[in-house]
């Protein structure tokens, strides 16, 4: 497991950007005051690029899961933007979401390392 971002590109601006994150919330964690963590640790952050009419909001969804969660979560977020916001998995490559990690440490009753405190 380790964090990965996704970006979500070709947003129109700051606001455009924080207006979908509740919408992508929701497809993450459907149940906003469930019991216990959410299977996959997340958040949000924006990153700003070059994009090809010049600079362009980002908003990067990070999580803290497998590969293979991690695509398969990008491939709900790219099917519910649709193609007008390409969409693109990645390593995280800061230390913006890096509390995640530790987020999910915290909610399995890990210890450092990934040991049971109890063992």
Same mark, same amino acid.
């Given at each position: 497991m380790q964090i990965y971002e996704i970006?979500?590109?070709?947003?129109?601006?700051?606001?455009? %950007?924080?207006?979908?994150?509740?919408?992508? %919330?929701?497809?993450?964690?459907? &149940? =906003?005051?469930h019991d216990g963590p959410c299977e996959?640790?997340?958040?949000?952050?924006? *990153?700003?690029? !070059?994009?090809?009419?010049?600079?362009?909001? @980002?908003? @990067?969804?990070? @999580?803290? *899961?497998?590969?293979?969660?991690?695509? =398969?979560?990008?491939?709900? @977020? !790219?099917a519910f933007v649709g193609e007008a916001?390409?969409? &693109?998995? !990645?390593?995280? &490559?800061?230390?913006?979401?890096?509390?995640?990690?530790?987020?999910?440490?915290? =909610?399995?009753?890990?210890?450092?390392?990934?040991?049971?405190?109890? !063992?």
């Amino acid at each position: 497991m380790q964090i990965y971002e996704i970006r979500i590109h070709g947003v129109a601006g700051t606001d455009a %950007a924080l207006a979908l994150q509740e919408p992508l %919330a929701r497809l993450l964690c459907p &149940v =906003e005051d469930h019991d216990g963590p959410c299977e996959v640790p997340w958040g949000f952050t924006l *990153a700003d690029a !070059r994009g090809p009419d010049g600079p362009e909001s @980002v908003l @990067v969804l990070g @999580v803290f *899961a497998s590969a293979e969660k991690a695509t =398969e979560i990008r491939d709900r @977020v !790219r099917a519910f933007v649709g193609e007008a916001h390409p969409t &693109v998995l !990645r390593e995280a &490559v800061t230390d913006a979401f890096d509390e995640l990690a530790e987020q999910y440490r915290i =909610e399995q009753g890990l210890g450092w390392g990934g040991h049971r405190p109890d !063992r």
